[in-house]
């Protein structure tokens, strides 16, 4: 069963955040994560992930700076600052509590 991006798109910045918290990361690595993390059932399109970067940094969720790689070209590197860190609690708060209607609206018990 193919799993809806609809159900995801809200939580776009939320998803990032929680990347994030495991240390600094660039794009590409964080969409693979994703990519891994769920057996390939999601992913961002590049536009989505550079427009939430842009955005979080803006809201001074994550900060961002250039990596000293070696040849060829350089990343962007993305930070989670402290702002971030309590916004993503409030996302996971949110989303625990939006998991938990969903659960006792479509949940179905045969009534005996």
């Known amino acids: 069963m193919a799993l809806s991006a609809d159900i995801l798109r809200g939580h776009t910045d939320a998803i990032i955040l929680a990347q994030l918290m495991a240390g600094d990361s660039y794009g590409y690595q964080i969409n693979k994560t994703v990519t891994e993390r ?6 961002f399109k590049e536009a989505t992930l550079y427009t939430a970067f842009k955005r979080l940094e803006q809201n001074g ?20 600052t ?10 996971r708060q949110e989303w625990n509590e ?11 018990k045969e009534e005996l």
């Open 38 to 43: 769920t057996g390939g059932a999601y992913g």
């Open 61 to 80: 969720l994550i900060t961002s700076y250039w990596g000293e790689e070696g040849p060829g070209a350089r990343r962007r590197y993305y930070a989670v």
């Open 82 to 91: 402290e702002a971030g860190m309590a916004k993503l609690a409030e996302d």
């Open 98 to 108: 939006t998991k938990r209607v969903m659960d006792a609206l479509i949940s179905w």
